[in-house]
């Protein structure tokens, strides 16, 4: 037995990186998943994101698991079509009890229009995170089964990161706004056996971080070199560890932690 048999996530961010890992994760503990990705390029993101081949993948990794998945592309920014992908999804499936709002987008680099580059990364990190809620809670409520939701932060969001461009402020500010939306949620939905909880990792082996190649990361962003020092010796975490921690706040393991940050951060948080 599995400790999710039975039930369905709905995974945003899912084409690879940290979201296919969740969605893998979760498969592998008996969950169905919702899988929605943007799969298309933001103009001030400076690293490829993720395409239609990606999503591909992670539906075809899940279904090597035995497990059932509907993945669509949709942009977490789109509240109607993040919608349609979730009714969709939960019409197929049966309704979720799991929610991980995952999609997130890391900050531009030089020579970035300072306006855009604010605007995208608070649309889709924090807004994003937004939608997604609203889209799923209703459904939770309606079916009166209880639930987790948990929403990806980050160590910027318990910190300022000290870099003063337009991504990083954008990126910082998102990442503390979500953390004020877990709160929140956990406070409203704490009656109905609703947990609301966010992870908060350091930086993870991700496209995002340019698969671990730290020197590829300081050319984009140089001032990040003080900002990625864990206390524990390791540069990044991978995201199978981030999918540990939200696998067991998915869990009923976890059936009392509500309103909580769970720092997956090799010690960053505590050397500050």
Same mark, same amino acid.
Request: hydrophobic fraction near 45%; aromatic fraction near 4%; glycine fraction near 10%.
């Given at each position: 037995?599995?400790?999710?048999?039975?039930?369905?996530?709905?995974?945003?961010?899912?084409?690879?990186?940290?979201?296919?890992?969740?969605?893998?994760?979760?498969?592998?503990?008996?969950?169905?998943?919702?899988?929605?990705?943007?799969?298309?390029?933001?103009?001030?993101?400076?690293?490829?994101?993720?395409?239609?081949?990606?999503?591909?993948?992670?539906?075809?990794?899940?279904?090597?698991?035995?497990?059932?998945?509907?993945?669509?592309?949709?942009?977490?920014?789109?509240?109607?079509?993040?919608?349609? *992908?979730? !009714?969709?999804?939960? +019409? &197929?499936?049966?309704?979720?009890?799991?929610?991980? /709002? =995952?999609?997130?987008?890391? $900050?531009?680099?030089?020579?970035?229009?300072?306006?855009?580059?604010?605007?995208?990364?608070?649309?889709?990190?924090?807004?994003?995170?937004?939608?997604?809620?609203?889209?799923?809670?209703?459904?939770?409520?309606?079916?009166?089964?209880?639930?987790?939701?948990?929403?990806?932060?980050?160590?910027?969001?318990?910190?300022?990161?000290?870099?003063?461009?337009?991504?990083?402020?954008?990126?910082?500010?998102?990442?503390?706004?979500?953390?004020?939306?877990?709160?929140?949620?956990?406070?409203?939905?704490?009656?109905?056996?609703?947990?609301?909880?966010?992870?908060?990792?350091?930086?993870?082996?991700?496209?995002? *971080?340019? !698969?671990?190649?730290? +020197? &590829?990361?300081?050319?984009?962003?140089?001032?990040? /070199? =003080?900002?990625?020092?864990? $206390?524990?010796?390791?540069?990044?975490?991978?995201?199978?560890?981030?999918?540990?921690?939200?696998?067991?706040?998915?869990?009923?393991?976890?059936?009392?932690?509500?309103?909580?940050?769970?720092?997956?951060?090799?010690?960053?948080?505590?050397?500050?």
């Amino acid at each position: 037995m599995g400790k999710l048999d039975g039930k369905v996530a709905f995974i945003t961010g899912a084409a690879r990186g940290q979201g296919r890992s969740h969605a893998l994760r979760l498969a592998e503990e008996g969950a169905d998943i919702i899988a929605v990705d943007i799969c298309a390029q933001i103009e001030s993101v400076q690293y490829p994101m993720s395409t239609s081949a990606d999503l591909d993948q992670t539906v075809s990794e899940v279904e090597k698991l035995g497990r059932r998945i509907v993945a669509s592309q949709s942009d977490v920014r789109d509240y109607p079509a993040l919608q349609k *992908a979730f !009714d969709e999804g939960t +019409a &197929a499936l049966g309704p979720a009890s799991i929610v991980v /709002a =995952n999609a997130g987008i890391g $900050a531009g680099g030089k020579g970035m229009d300072p306006d855009q580059e604010w605007e995208d990364v608070v649309a889709v990190n924090m807004s994003g995170v937004w939608n997604t809620g609203r889209v799923a809670i209703p459904s939770l409520l309606k079916h009166d089964n209880g639930g987790s939701i948990i929403l990806t932060s980050s160590t910027g969001g318990l910190i300022g990161v000290g870099i003063p461009t337009a991504g990083f402020l954008g990126y910082t500010a998102a990442k503390h706004g979500v953390i004020g939306l877990m709160r929140s949620w956990a406070n409203y939905l704490a009656p109905h056996m609703i947990r609301v909880n966010s992870v908060a990792p350091t930086a993870v082996r991700t496209p995002m *971080a340019a !698969d671990g190649d730290l +020197a &590829a990361i300081m050319e984009r962003n140089p001032a990040l /070199a =003080n900002s990625l020092t864990n $206390a524990m010796p390791v540069d990044l975490v991978e995201p199978l560890d981030v999918s540990n921690a939200v696998l067991w706040l998915a869990s009923d393991e976890s059936r009392y932690v509500t309103g909580t940050v769970v720092p997956v951060d090799a010690g960053m948080l505590n050397k500050r």
